[in-house]
């Protein structure tokens, strides 16, 4: 982990302070540290979410879809070497799901842990992913836990001291038809990093690193492609409905599988788009960089 934070040139000063914090803090077992899958690429946020979460700061992660507000917050946990708790907030979340509640067992009460009291036991991670969409009344309950107070005041129960290794990281999605505003003084509780969308060069580092097989050429074009379509849904010719990275990434893994390129990026970015004029401009924008037909294939041997 300290490599990747070197080949991300991650400031020295606190690559140094993440060592001696993880040497303070004995990795120990638990299946819920996990390395992730992908790597998170951005230098700036990177170090500016190292150093909030140094000085004992929780984070909220916003930005547009498929920024990596979600790889961002699982290799953070990996870097810190702290178990996750991913929890998906909705409407119907309550403080019972977040904290946990009196259930029957075997005839008798007993207390069921949730992952946010997991979480301030064992030190973790506890990931909120789309923050915004629940209800303030559920979210209520963490504001003891999100500020200097760092205790779960459940009421009718003992109070839960935090462990101090615990850290929130919520994730925050703008700009999907449906999401709320955060409250103020929940988002008081954060540090908040805005996640921009990934640059070209990272691209580049992103692609090559999870499909090595896939040809430069080929490479480029991809990348070409998702860079117009970002162009054109910045000028308002086109929602941002393609700009999907996600979708990208999709549609290479189903080119590994044989898809010709271009049925799979119409699977992957264009069909994204409901509109049947938008869908037509994406498509010229695909034609004008893929053929229907590529005779070689655009994976080395
Ligand atoms: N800067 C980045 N570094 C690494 N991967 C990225 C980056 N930006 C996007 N991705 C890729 O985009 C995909 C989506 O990532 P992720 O699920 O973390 O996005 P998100 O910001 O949480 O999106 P949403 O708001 O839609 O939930 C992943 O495959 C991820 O690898
Ligand atoms: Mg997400």
Request: glycine letters at 8%.
């Given at each position: 982990m300290i490599d990747y934070l070197r080949e991300e040139n991650i400031d020295e000063n606190l690559i140094r302070q993440v060592k001696v914090y993880r040497k303070k803090n004995k990795?120990?077992?638990?299946?819920?540290?996990?390395?992730?899958?992908?790597?998170f690429y951005?230098?700036?946020?990177?170090?500016?979410?190292?150093?909030?979460?140094?000085?004992?700061?929780?984070?909220?992660?916003?930005?547009?879809?498929?920024?990596?507000?979600?790889?961002?917050?699982?290799n953070l946990a990996y870097i810190f070497n702290r178990p996750v708790y991913?929890?998906?907030?909705?409407?119907?979340?309550?403080?019972?799901?977040?904290?946990?509640?009196?259930?029957?067992?075997?005839?008798?009460?007993?207390?069921?842990?949730?992952?946010i009291y997991k979480a301030a036991e064992e030190g973790g991670f506890a990931i909120l992913d789309e923050i915004n969409m629940a209800k303030n009344e559920a979210i209520s309950v963490l504001h003891a836990s999100l500020d200097y107070r760092k205790i779960i005041d459940l009421a009718g129960y003992d109070q839960i001291e935090i462990d101090p290794?615990?850290?929130?990281?919520?994730?925050?999605?703008?700009?999907y038809i449906g999401t709320r505003e955060l409250n103020e003084a929940l988002a008081s509780r954060f540090?908040?990093?805005?996640?921009?969308?990934?640059?070209?060069?990272?691209?580049d580092k992103l692609l090559r690193d999870t499909f090595p097989r896939l040809k430069q050429k080929y490479r480029k074009a991809f990348?070409?492609?998702?860079?117009?379509?970002?162009?054109?849904?910045?000028?308002?010719?086109?929602?941002?409905?393609?700009?999907?990275?996600?979708?990208?990434?999709?549609?290479?893994?189903?080119?590994?599988?044989?898809?010709?390129?271009?049925?799979?990026?119409q699977i992957g970015l264009v069909n994204k788009s409901f509109d049947d004029f938008e869908r037509e401009?994406?498509?010229?924008?695909?034609?004008?960089?893929?053929?229907?037909?590529?005779?070689e294939s655009i994976?080395?041997?």
């Open positions: 990795a120990y077992e638990n299946r819920r540290i996990r390395k992730p899958q992908y790597k951005g230098k700036e946020v990177l170090e500016e979410a190292l150093a909030a979460l140094l000085a004992g700061k929780n984070l909220l992660l916003t930005g547009a879809k498929a920024t990596g507000k979600n790889v961002l917050a699982e991913n929890v998906s907030m909705h409407v119907n979340t309550d403080a019972a799901s977040l904290v946990g509640a009196d259930t029957f067992k075997d005839g008798e009460v007993v207390f069921r842990k949730g992952p290794n615990t850290r929130f990281i919520g994730t925050m999605n703008y700009g540090m908040i990093i805005h996640v921009p969308s990934i640059t070209y060069e990272n691209l990348i070409d492609l998702f860079e117009s379509l970002r162009l054109k849904s910045e000028n308002n010719e086109i929602s941002s409905r393609s700009v999907d990275l996600r979708g990208l990434i999709g549609a290479i893994e189903t080119m590994e599988i044989g898809l010709s390129p271009y049925k799979a990026l401009l994406i498509l010229d924008t695909l034609r004008s960089k893929f053929p229907e037909d590529i005779e994976f080395d041997e």
